[in-house]
């Protein structure tokens, strides 16, 4: 029992007794067998209502009952001190409210300490720092052997940039109630802010020597030495700390910090490996941690291997948290081992809560690793817990598309992936693919019929205009369209190389040479991979121009590039 809770039920056992509700314990059963006979009193007194309330704050099982027994009192006697004091107490959730309680039980009682202290407390809590200032000062003259009326007034005045004053208050404080750990480690730092360096050490000195066995002072002058530049000395601080507790965390994320500043690597991964190792320090912070740690390239690069086993030890510490594994994930496929990386969310196949993220994963790097039988395999076992997910049926007729030619059944993949989407934009995309591969199948017909379905549902799909529009020009059929296809694409994708030589390509086709060199030679020069499509058109426009020479060079750059050679000797010849 706490000592205001301890006087809460005295006071409480108290008032009963004076209202005859408990009996006495000494025995006696002629007069106060009497007194219990007698009638409860009455519901409507301010002392019945106000004995109510503190009954429910003793047992702490009702707050909303005490509350309202106590604006039951307030409605008797608006004035009630006591009880405006137990509300403020009851509603510090709500600061603003709490205020308007704390001012009403102070002006009822000027003199009560509880009262003022619970005050200052708001005042705070509400951000009136003046009023608070103004406050504490007269707290303190009522209250002066109370420490934390110095510690909170100080504090107050150094927020309102008076740390002189700040200083005055600390050190009468010792005049007054001696030395104490608390007040002098708030003067050390107070002496450190105004870069007293000399005094502050001293203070950091005597608290060592007054409180040998506290590891926070060792940690605060070894702290203050750092800023000193006294390196060793501050080592010799933290051994002694570590000394006294070897697994604090406080002491740990000091030291971390000490060694990350003087550039010690090793040992600031060291003590980062502590850090990720203890219970003691959130999760989040870990993973905000390990993210800042391979923001730097050159950092990350030349201490991979140790950043590894920081990764390793988050996933050893916290199994149950899925964000350890795609951490440690992430490592692996940065240093390149895909194959790992693949491996560990193999293992991780079992867990419910994230499966489909699990097997998107594995899907995704099996693909990136150009293996379609196992893209598949795994395709197939998520969608015996998928089964109505379209993205799953996406990458399935993708495999059968890309991989094996077998158009039919990527047909039936991409028809279950739109039977089950769900926004238009998706369905447009899956048309998209249904055009494709009707296409490669030498259906043309339901080729244009799936692109136009496409484009019903998203007209902005600049994947389908593009395509639809090449797929026209090859065909020398509805040229005007297809222009006007291949024009949407490059508006919603400006830059793209392949949209471009579309464009320019369906110009060349309506014989608008001129007007498709613009963006043929935009399309060759934002084109990084050396497509020899691209530079095949290009030599094919520049011939139609009379521009034989540039001709020639492009057409010899696809050949280099993997172009088929009887194509480019046939146009060679042209030259002749």
């Not at 200032?133 to 309102?160: C, G, H, T």
Request: hydrophobic letters at 40%; a negative charge.
């Amino acid at each position: 029992m706490n000592g205001r809770n301890g006087l809460l039920i005295c006071l409480a056992t108290a008032i009963l007794l004076s209202c005859g509700v408990v009996r006495p314990e000494n025995g006696s059963k002629t007069k106060n067998e009497a007194a219990v006979r007698e009638p409860r009193p009455s519901d409507t007194t301010a002392s019945f209502h106000y004995t109510e309330g503190i009954l429910r704050v003793v047992t702490g099982d009702d707050p909303v009952s005490a509350v309202r027994a106590f604006e039951k009192v307030l409605e008797i006697d608006s004035t009630h001190a006591p009880s405006l004091f137990e509300l403020a107490q009851l509603t510090m959730d709500e600061p603003e409210k709490a205020l308007a309680y704390s001012l009403r039980a102070n002006a009822s009682d000027t003199s009560n300490v509880w009262y003022r202290a619970q005050l200052g407390q708001l005042l705070i809590a509400t951000e009136r720092y003046d009023s608070a200032l103004k406050l504490y000062e007269s707290l303190l003259a009522m209250s002066p052997d109370n420490p934390d009326n110095y510690r909170l007034l100080a504090a107050l005045y150094e927020q309102q940039k008076q740390p002189e004053k700040a200083l005055s208050v600390l050190d009468s404080s010792v005049n007054r109630i001696g030395k104490t750990e608390m007040l002098s480690a708030q003067r050390r730092q107070l002496l450190l802010n105004m870069h007293r360096y000399d005094l502050a050490l001293a203070e950091a000195l005597e608290l060592v020597e007054n409180y040998p066995y506290d590891e926070a002072n060792l940690v605060a002058l070894a702290e203050l030495y750092a800023v000193l530049g006294k390196d060793s000395l501050a080592q010799d601080a933290y051994d002694k700390a570590l000394s006294i507790a070897p697994d604090n965390i406080q002491t740990v994320a000091s030291l971390n910090e000490f060694y990350k500043h003087k550039k010690d690597n090793v040992r600031f991964l060291e003590t980062t490996g502590q850090l990720f190792r203890s219970d003691a320090l959130p999760l989040e912070i870990k993973l905000n941690f390990f993210d800042n740690l391979v923001k730097t390239p050159n950092f990350y690069r030349d201490y991979y291997f140790q950043i590894g086993n920081l990764a390793s030890a988050l996933a050893v510490t916290h199994p149950d948290d899925f964000r350890t594994t795609e951490l440690y994930a992430r490592h692996l496929i940065a240093g390149g081992r895909v194959d790992e990386a693949v491996k560990l969310y193999k293992s991780h196949r079992d867990d419910s809560a994230r499966r489909k993220q699990i097997y998107s994963e594995i899907i995704d790097m099996e693909a990136y690793l150009k293996r379609p039988d196992s893209v598949a395999l795994y395709t197939e076992e998520a969608l015996a817990y998928f089964p109505t997910d379209p993205d799953l049926y996406e990458q399935k007729g993708n495999i059968a598309f890309h991989y094996r030619q077998d158009y039919k059944e990527a047909e039936a993949d991409y028809k279950m992936a739109l039977k089950y989407a769900g926004s238009d934009s998706l369905r447009s995309i899956l048309y998209g693919y249904l055009g494709d591969n009707a296409h490669a199948a030498g259906n043309e017909k339901a080729c244009f019929r799936y692109y136009d379905k496409g484009l019903q549902a998203d007209s902005t799909n600049a994947f389908i205009c593009n395509n639809y529009s090449y797929f026209l020009s090859l065909k020398d059929a509805r040229l005007d369209f297809a222009l006007d296809l291949a024009r949407r694409a490059t508006r919603l994708s400006p830059n793209n190389p392949t949209y471009l030589d579309t464009y320019a390509w369906v110009l060349y086709r309506m014989g608008r040479y001129e007007e498709a060199r613009v963006p043929m030679r935009q399309a060759v020069s934002l084109d990084r991979s050396d497509n020899p499509e691209l530079m095949i058109h290009y030599g094919d426009i520049l011939y139609a121009l009379n521009d034989r020479f540039m001709a020639s060079f492009y057409w010899k750059k696809a050949l280099e590039n993997g172009y088929d050679a009887q194509e480019i000797e046939k146009r060679l010849k042209q030259l002749e």
